[in-house]
């Protein structure tokens, strides 16, 4: 390990940053070799996407299939929301593991947990064939799916952010949201595409094989990348600052972070609260707009267009947040904002456009609501929850932020049938009251963003350099910090130079 980063505070940082970029000059790596341990970290997420959102229409399945048993059971809800009990789950626990044991191994352990729930929930049957039994078996198996789908984001994600501070200074950020939220949204939209291709193909007299087989499909993302995963290392930064083989001063680490934590915590909640809650319910909300004769493929297909808008404002928000003039802190400001004053001017024409004639028109107004979430805090909430603390506790810092998100998509998903239910018999107030609540939770947000800090290209470099200082000026002994693995001339690839 370099003797400087063992010793920081009888150094400058920018002594310390002079060292590093010096030391990746000498490294030789190819652009492949850079990118590729981006991808394998970060595109599993596109399960996490698809098994979520295809559980939408497969709820809408579920509920023509078996009228009585699934429609007057708690099934309903817990099919749809059970998942996310286990993400939360999987995000602490993997959290911990990811910090201290090993990034890789707890990737590859959620991936081979995910392939086996997938496959199983797509199989899953009761005893004598009875509903009551495939639902209980159903809903166990998105339990423990959940579980694997949750240590994608300590482990996954948080390897993504450090292998991007390998890549060429000015795309960091793009390449983190581009194998991030890019792949969950996009695995929205293939999930409805896929949901509606299935019912078409079986026809809506064999919904029974069509639901199965929407499942299924979820199999096949999670094992494309499972050669690339077993083939994965630990992130140079993880060999260099983490705190596997020492004792976490845990005091300290509260003291330093809380706050921090708090507000991306708070951010998230109120992101995932609306993302994931609307998603969840679009099918059923075309369905009732559509009316009762439609048949399901048309509201599936409306659902196509809808999960369609999330696509260019995650990849705009990719590409802003790595502009100098604005950063990934001003892009979700403004995209919580703006959604904000859609949500209410959606609200206010609710009236009009609550009517089957108008669909068009409240699937594009929608759609926009839901593209701006993604530009904003879709693209960029992981992206701070990973660079705004230090390697050594990142996994559990970004497991807790991430956790207190599902815990609002778990929430908002019961709050949005409470909030529609309450309205009664008034179909007004019951579509456009949850929007009421999603954009004044938006503005809540933009006013946290605030509280921020600054997220540079190398923030991730300097803040374990602001941490290491921290630890040693309080006692701690920060040349215990790393694998032991990692020499001078290999230290630090996180200040990044031009890919060969």
């Given at each position: ?13 920018a ?11 000498q ?43 699934y ?18 789950l ?6 911990y593991?990811s ?42 198996y998105?339990f ?6 949750g ?39 293939i ?21 199965r087989?929407c499942?299924g ?12 995963r ?6 140079e ?12 001063p ?23 609260f ?31 267009l809808?999960n ?12 802003v ?15 919580v ?13 609710y ?18 609501f ?8 879709g ?26 998100g ?17 309205a009664?018999?008034?179909e ?27 997220i540079?290209?190398?923030?991730i ?37 031009e890919?060969?």
């Amino acid at each position: 390990m370099s003797e400087k980063l063992e010793a920081p505070d009888a150094q400058h940082p920018a002594e310390v940053e002079a060292a590093r970029r010096g030391s990746i000059a000498q490294t030789e790596k190819g652009r492949w070799e850079r990118l590729w341990p981006v991808i394998a970290c970060g595109a599993g997420l596109f399960s996490d996407g698809y098994l979520n959102n295809i559980i939408g229409p497969v709820n809408t399945m579920l509920k023509t299939i078996y009228p009585d048993s699934y429609v007057n059971s708690s099934a309903q809800a817990n099919v749809s929301s059970i998942t996310f009990a286990g993400t939360v789950l999987g995000m602490l626990f993997f959290g911990y593991t990811s910090d201290h044991f090993s990034r890789k191994w707890s990737l590859l352990v959620s991936t081979l947990i995910i392939i086996l729930f997938a496959a199983l929930g797509a199989g899953s049957y009761g005893a004598g064939g009875s509903p009551t039994g495939l639902l209980a078996a159903l809903v166990a198996y998105r339990f423990f799916l959940g579980i694997g789908i949750g240590g994608e984001y300590p482990a996954g994600s948080v390897g993504c952010a450090e292998s991007t501070g390998e890549l060429k200074e000015g795309s960091r950020n793009k390449w983190f949201i581009l194998f991030t939220n890019v792949q969950i949204d996009l695995a929205f939209l293939i999930s409805a595409i896929v949901a509606t291709i299935v019912v078409v193909a079986t026809g809506e007299n064999h919904l029974r094989a069509a639901w199965r087989i929407c499942l299924g499909i979820g199999v096949i993302p999670p094992l494309s990348l499972l050669y690339l995963r077993v083939k994965l290392e630990e992130p140079e930064a993880y060999k260099r600052e983490s705190m596997a083989h020492t004792k976490t001063p845990w005091l300290l680490v509260i003291k330093y972070y809380w706050f921090r934590l708090s507000i991306v915590s708070i951010i998230w909640f109120i992101y995932d609260f609306s993302a994931y809650s609307f998603g969840i319910y679009a099918t059923s909300i075309l369905a009732n707009l559509l009316g009762d004769d439609a048949p399901l493929w048309k509201s599936l297909a409306w659902n196509i267009l809808i999960n369609f808008f999330y696509i260019p404002g995650c990849l705009a928000g990719a590409f802003v947040a790595d502009l100098k003039s604005m950063g990934p802190k001003k892009t979700l400001c403004i995209g919580v904002i703006l959604q904000g004053i859609i949500g209410f001017i959606m609200a206010g024409c609710y009236p009009y456009l609550n009517k089957p004639e108008n669909v068009a028109g409240f699937v594009v107004v929608y759609g926009v609501f839901l593209m701006l979430g993604e530009f904003g805090p879709g693209d960029n909430i992981g992206l701070i929850a990973s660079k705004t603390c230090a390697t050594g506790i990142r996994g559990q810092y970004y497991g807790i932020a991430a956790a207190m998100g599902k815990i609002g998509a778990f929430s908002g998903s019961y709050a949005l049938d409470a909030i529609q239910k309450a309205a009664g018999d008034d179909e007004i107030a019951a579509g456009r009251n949850p929007f009421f609540v999603a954009s004044a939770l938006a503005f809540l947000a933009a006013a946290l963003v605030l509280l921020l800090p600054y997220i540079g290209q190398s923030t991730i470099d300097e803040e374990d350099i602001k941490f290491r200082e921290y630890l040693a000026s309080h006692g701690y002994d920060t040349s215990k910090l790393g694998l032991g693995s990692v020499s001078a001339s290999s230290s630090d690839e996180n200040v990044a130079v031009e890919p060969k």
